[in-house]
């Protein structure tokens, strides 16, 4: 540490493209830290406590196929099964088809299924009451000014009426509240309608279910549940696929791009491209100071000595860009889930990202500046003041 302020004085020498050069390096890592944000966003989908308890059955061939009804008996008969539920998937859209919700024609004791939404006493008796009725999350009823008893026009993409038309009425007769924001934003931002009004109003249903939902008795004997839901309906026309909550959140959302893959893609390119653009500051700057580096071997600064000093500048510049990035990046993703009402849930960056991250600030500062250290310890005094370096 005695050579710090000649590594900071090297490292700022030109500030306008040192300064350059931190822009570039804290927006790489204010990207990682917000895609990684994302991917732990999804992760966490289906992973909470009550989601442990959770088995969702689909039809093994797509999930677009429907189930029969009749499914729903049998279920329950299996051992160690505690509630069984059941939904369809709407489609629906407000106002236009580019404002999509998360709809979802459901069962009449769906809510007893998800103690992570919480409905009073009083709307869900609405609820079960009110045919055309709809309970919707608290935050996307302040992302469109909804309030109970509200008339609320609805698109199907998927479900024409009886008459063709993909316009549904319905009226806001409860709201969902949900306690834990970080586990829960997907719930924060559902529209349940009940299911018999789907079916009665649908020709294309017919008595048929998208997915059941299953709470088991004991999560350690879940996958002997699941495996004894798929056996009722092997060898039929109807076969089914029985996943824990998480893993069928997961496959869910792979059907819609694989986040993993998407980030890890994105976050090399532009790393790849902070390894050029950082490298490339790094052999400028030693390429300029070829002189002040023969002055100071001449001084008797070993060449092990010069070669720490460039790597642990190239550190430090990392370093700073990648800390100052990930700080950003923590403060940033909270807001945008505060400000989007829970449609998009950023965590801030946690302690894996953070240990990522610099991980990654110090590979990178110690590979960007290997081939300039390099450089200057293998310096020659003299050809170097003689300007032949």
């Known amino acids: ?6 590594i900071w004085a090297a490292l700022f020498r030109r500030k306008l493209r040192t300064f350059l050069t931190l822009v570039s390096i804290v927006t790489a890592f204010l990207l990682f830290g917000l895609l990684d944000a994302v ?24 999930f677009i196929q429907l189930l029969p009804m009749s499914l729903a008996a049998r279920i329950t008969q299996v051992d160690g099964v505690k509630d069984v539920a059941f ?3 709407f489609g629906g859209a407000y106002q236009k ?10 069962s009449p004791n769906y809510l007893d299924i998800y103690p992570e939404m919480q409905v009073s006493a009083a709307h869900r008796e609405a609820f079960a009451e009110t045919k055309n009725g709809a309970i919707v999350g608290e935050g996307l009823a302040r992302k469109y000014g909804w309030k109970v008893g509200d008339q609320v026009p609805m698109q199907s993409t998927i479900f024409p009426d009886k008459n063709g038309s993909q316009n549904w009425p319905f009226t806001i007769v409860g709201l969902i509240h949900v306690a834990d924001k970080k586990s829960g934003a997907w719930y924060d931002q559902m529209f349940l309608l009940n299911w018999k009004y789907f079916d009665d109003t649908t020709p294309w249903n017919q008595g048929q279910v998208g997915w059941y939902v299953t709470r088991v008795k004991d999560v350690n004997q879940a996958d ?31 059907q819609v ?19 050029l653009l950082a490298g490339n500051t790094m052999m400028q700057a030693v390429r300029e100071r070829t002189g002040e580096i023969a002055v100071l071997k001449t001084l008797g600064f070993s060449g092990e000595s010069v070669l720490g000093m460039v790597l642990a500048e190239s550190v430090l510049l990392l370093l700073l860009g990648g800390v100052v990035g990930l700080a950003l990046a923590s403060v940033i993703g909270p807001i945008v889930s505060a400000g989007s009402g829970g449609a998009f849930n950023l965590p801030a960056a946690g302690l894996t990202s953070w240990l990522i991250g610099v991980g990654l600030a110090l590979l990178f500062g110690l590979g960007v500046g290997a081939l300039p250290a390099m450089r200057a310890m293998r310096i020659n005094i003299t050809d170097a003041l003689a300007g032949r370096a």
């Not at 991917?39 to 797509?62: C, I």
């Open 1 to 6: 540490m005695k050579y710090l302020h000649l």
């Open 39 to 62: 991917r732990v966003g999804f992760d966490q989908a289906g992973k909470s406590a009550n989601g442990a308890q959770r088995l969702q059955t689909g039809s093994k061939l797509s």
């Open 87 to 89: 939904a369809n998937w």
């Open 97 to 106: 088809p580019e404002n999509a919700v998360f709809s979802f024609a459901v």
């Open 224 to 254: 002997r549940v699941l495996k004894a839901i798929d056996e009722i309906s092997a060898n039929s026309d109807h076969e089914t696929r029985t996943q824990t909550e998480a893993a069928a959140m997961s496959g869910w959302m792979k």
């Open 257 to 275: 791009a694989d986040i993993n893959l998407i980030v890890t893609s994105i976050m090399g390119a532009v790393f790849f491209t902070l390894l």
